[in-house]
């Protein structure tokens, strides 16, 4: 007896190896996506992201782990995202600006991939070549970028004589807003091209029906929409508005005029995002984010929707219709 319990034991003490190998988890890298937007609104961009990745050699499930949290436009939620995916102890946290300045406040240890927004504005980082710090990536800093829209838009509808604009001031810290530093430049156009501007802040999704309202009360025969957490979740539903109220509307990204909208002019942001995966696979590699010069925006694109423009009885000039970068038919 003492013999046989003697081989079950060695052959146990044989099989101990094995078995802590196969049970052994596999040390794939984690990411995490924080957002003040929607994962279904940022559909596009992530796919993206992991189109450049799988580029990269990285495909998710297989090699690399993935944490999603979207605050659905409820702001207030993302401190409580960052805290759980700092104490995921994930390696990287990807995130355009609300989601950056969550994930800086709960952790100078855990490397930070801007995908959208100004990093130097709100303080991220210490300047573009040299970031310091846990916070690199892509910086949408073109504030131009808002005096060019409403020009488009004056120049495809010459008429256009009371402009309202959706806005938000996410950062609470005056001058450290892109939307800000847009609307900011956008006065100064309007000025000079003699159109009233209606300026409508938003602080959350419920105010989008008071905009809206005072919009139809204002009597505003144009709209211009910037890109921040609350109008790129409810680009369709702020698409919509704008046909109802056969408004001719310019929008900073093409998503929106996928989801309806008439015209686009801005940074091609899912470009952005597959920028994003290079700035994961260096860091995942080794690199350190503060070592990692912020790249600036190089692609722009006006896009037009003549689908959105018949159903509004709009025509657009010829001269607006040759510089667009794509038109949708």
């Known amino acids: 007896m003492k013999f046989v319990a003697l081989v079950v034991a060695l052959g146990i003490c044989a099989l101990a190896p094995l078995a802590a190998e196969v049970q052994q988890p596999k040390n794939d890298p984690r990411i995490a996506f924080l957002a003040g937007g ?8 992530l796919a993206a992201f992991w189109q450049r990745m799988k580029e990269l050699n990285y495909v998710e499930g297989k090699n690399i782990v993935a944490e ?14 960052a805290a ?11 995130a355009p600006g609300s989601g950056v300045l969550a994930a800086r406040q709960a952790t ?27 916070v690199t990536g892509l910086s949408t800093l073109v504030p131009e970028l808002g005096a060019k829209q409403l020009e488009l838009l004056k120049d495809a509808f010459p008429g256009v004589s009371r402009v309202a604009v959706l806005w938000w001031f996410g950062a609470k810290q005056p001058g450290a807003d892109h939307n800000v530093l847009l609307l900011g430049h956008i006065k100064t156009a309007a000025a000079a091209l003699r159109v009233t501007l209606q300026p409508l802040e938003l602080h959350g999704v419920d105010d989008l029906d008071s905009a809206f309202a005072a919009i139809a009360e204002a009597r505003a ?45 801005g940074v091609n942001v899912p470009d952005m ?25 190089t692609n722009f694109e006006l896009v037009i929707n003549l689908k959105t423009a018949k159903g509004l009885g709009l025509t657009l000039p010829r001269s607006v219709l040759s510089r667009a970068d794509e038109i949708i038919e």
């Open 38 to 45: 929607s994962r279904h609104a940022d559909a596009l961009l």
């Open 84 to 94: 759980e995916l700092v104490r995921l102890n994930v390696d990287v946290i990807v």
């Open 273 to 297: 995002w597959g920028r994003a995966a290079v700035y994961v696979d260096k860091i995942l590699k080794g690199a350190k984010p503060g070592e990692l010069p912020v790249e600036q925006p």
């Open 221 to 265: 025969n144009a709209l211009i929409v910037l890109r921040n957490p609350i109008t790129a979740t409810h680009r369709a539903r702020i698409a919509d508005f704008a046909a109802k109220r056969r408004l001719p509307a310019i929008y900073t990204d093409r998503e929106f005029v996928d989801s309806g909208g008439l015209m686009s002019y």
């Open 108 to 134: 100078e240890v855990i490397p930070i991939v801007q995908a959208f927004g100004d990093p130097v504005a709100w303080r991220f980082v210490a300047n573009l070549a040299r970031p310091g710090g846990n």
């Open 68 to 81: 999603y949290r979207f605050a659905d436009g409820a702001l207030e939620r993302l401190p409580v995202f």
